[in-house]
């Protein structure tokens, strides 16, 4: 899941300019989640950009839009709404808000309403923790228990904690658990502390040249 949070009203008045028709696109899956993106959210920016001067011609929420064919969708089903806008403001983080600029025909210009934070995922209570860096190159099978110490240790390391581990806890956020210290426990809980002794082979930093691409349709 993608984590965004909801930039504030004057930052996106920034944005808007002094464009007035505004046609709004949502994001039915992380954004809705997020509480950035949903309708309830939508209904809340229209409020506010109305009370602003500015007109909110529609609004559509994809459950993804991030999935170039939902884009097209919705547009269909909104055209004219669209066409009445003089701009696009998307609720949803940066993958939705790019997809929608490439995949619009109405030439508007595209802005976006939230900042991107991470990719994480969300714990029984609902509160999101950032759990991979997607950094190409998966350890989690090779540090022998499912936690990732690319992301979970801020400093990235991959044989054991730092010097700076205090009863588990991590010196740089000293409320957070060493991710080392929950990889102990892990393997000494299932007996597989044997894992410990491979020294793990630096990280290959190549896999995260930017920008991505994986073609599936050759």
């Not at 930039?7 to 997020?34: P, Q, R, Y």
């Not at 969708?73 to 940066?94: P, Q, S």
């Not at 989690?140 to 228990?145: I, R």
């Amino acid at each position: 899941m993608i984590i965004t949070e909801s930039k504030k009203i004057d930052e996106i008045l920034k944005a808007i300019g002094d464009k007035k028709n505004v046609f709004l696109v949502g994001c039915g899956e992380c954004s809705t989640t997020c509480k950035t993106g949903g309708e309830p959210e939508l209904l809340a920016i229209k409020g506010e950009l109305e009370s602003k001067g500015k007109a909110v011609t529609g609004y559509c929420i994809p459950n993804a839009p991030c999935v170039a064919p939902q884009v097209l969708t919705a547009f269909a089903k909104n055209r004219k709404a669209v066409e009445d806008a003089d701009i696009i403001l998307v609720l949803a983080c940066g993958l939705g808000a790019q997809s929608v600029k490439e995949m619009s025909r109405f030439n508007k210009p595209v802005k976006i309403g939230c900042n991107t934070m991470f990719m994480g995922a969300t714990d029984k209570k609902g509160d999101f923790y950032e759990l991979c860096s997607a950094c190409g190159a998966c350890v989690l099978s090779d540090v022998g228990v499912a936690i990732c110490p690319v992301t979970r240790c801020p400093k990235g390391l991959l044989n054991g904690p730092c010097g700076g581990v205090n009863k588990g806890k991590c010196e740089v956020d000293k409320e957070c658990d060493c991710a080392w210290a929950l990889i102990y426990e892990g393997l000494s809980k299932s007996g597989n502390l044997d894992y410990l002794i491979e020294i793990q082979k630096p990280k290959d930093y190549s896999k995260q040249i930017k920008p991505h691409k994986r073609i599936m349709n050759k």
